[in-house]
C-alpha cells in the first residue's frame, strides 16, 4: 500500500477539465515542496510532466499544471484531448533522500 | 539527446542474486547535482522508487529494501549497476533507469527491462 493516495481512476470528455488527487501525510507531501507527476502510457515509460509541485519541463504543454494545499497535491489537465488518456503517478520526496511513489490513476478520455 | 538504456537478465531463479546494468549517454555523472536512480513496475502495478546514486557518490535507498539493494556507478564507463539479493517472485516487474537533476524529479527515463523471477 503506497503512502500517497490517489483515485484509482478519472475520466473526462475532450475539452473539459480533470484534477487528480495525491493525498500524503505530513511526512511527505506536507512537508515539502518536492512533488512530481508523471505521465506513463501503456507499453511506455514514465514521463515527467510536473516537478517541485507546479513546474513544467521543457517541451511539456501549459494545459498541465500543478498545485499543492496541505498534504494533498492535485495535477490538473485542461482541454483533455485524446492522447491524455494514459496513467499518472505522483510522487514526492519523504526525507532522507527517499522518494515514493503513488498508487497511480488511470484516465479515460470519454 | 539524452539517452538510458537497461540491461541484464530476463529471468532470474529465486533466492539469486539480480544485477542490472544502466548505460547512458548525453550527460555526465560527474557533474554536480546529477543523480541515477531505479525505479520498478510489477505487471499492472503501480511505480516503486529503489535508489539512486549521485555525483558524489551519496547513495539513497527505499528503506524496504535496503538490506537487499546495492548501486555503483562506473562514471568513464557512463554506467550505474544496481543489485538486489535473494530475489522472490514479487520481484518480478519491469525496471527503469533514470536521471535526475531536481530534487525528487526524474527527468529522463530508460526504456525499462522486465525481469522475471521463477523457477
Known amino acids: 500500500q503506497s503512502a500517497l493516495t490517489q483515485p484509482a481512476s478519472v475520466s473526462g470528455s475532450p475539452g473539459q477539465s480533470i484534477t487528480i488527487s495525491c493525498t500524503g501525510a505530513s511526512g511527505n507531501v506536507g512537508s515539502y515542496n518536492l512533488v512530481s507527476w508523471y505521465q506513463q502510457h501503456p507499453g511506455k515509460a514514465p514521463k515527467l510532466i510536473i516537478f517541485e509541485v507546479n513546474k513544467r519541463p521543457s517541451g511539456i504543454s501549459t494545459r498541465f499544471s500543478g498545485s499543492k494545499s496541505g498534504a494533498t497535491a492535485s495535477l490538473t489537465i485542461s482541454g483533455l484531448q485524446a492522447e491524455d488518456e494514459a496513467d499518472y503517478f505522483c510522487s514526492s520526496y519523504v526525507g532522507s533522500g527517499v522518494d515514493v511513489f503513488g498508487g497511480g490513476t488511470k484516465l479515460t478520455v470519454l | 539527446q539524452i539517452t538510458l538504456k537497461e540491461s541484464g537478465p530476463t529471468l532470474v531463479k529465486p533466492t539469486q542474486t539480480l544485477t542490472l546494468t544502466c548505460t547512458f549517454s548525453g550527460f555526465s555523472l560527474s557533474a554536480g547535482g546529477v543523480g541515477v536512480g531505479w525505479i520498478r513496475q510489477p505487471p499492472g502495478k503501480a511505480l516503486e522508487w529503489l535508489t539512486v546514486i549521485y555525483w558524489s557518490d551519496d547513495k539513497r535507498f527505499s528503506p524496504s529494501l535496503k538490506t537487499r539493494l546495492t548501486i555503483t556507478k562506473e562514471t568513464s564507463k557512463n554506467q550505474v549497476v544496481l543489485t538486489m539479493t535473494n530475489v522472490d517472485p514479487v520481484d518480478t516487474a519491469t525496471y527503469y533507469c533514470?536521471?535526475?537533476?531536481?530534487?525528487?524529479?526524474?527527468?529522463?527515463w530508460g526504456q525499462g527491462t522486465m525481469v522475471t523471477v521463477s523457477s
Open positions: 533514470a536521471r535526475t537533476t531536481s530534487p525528487a524529479a526524474f527527468d529522463v
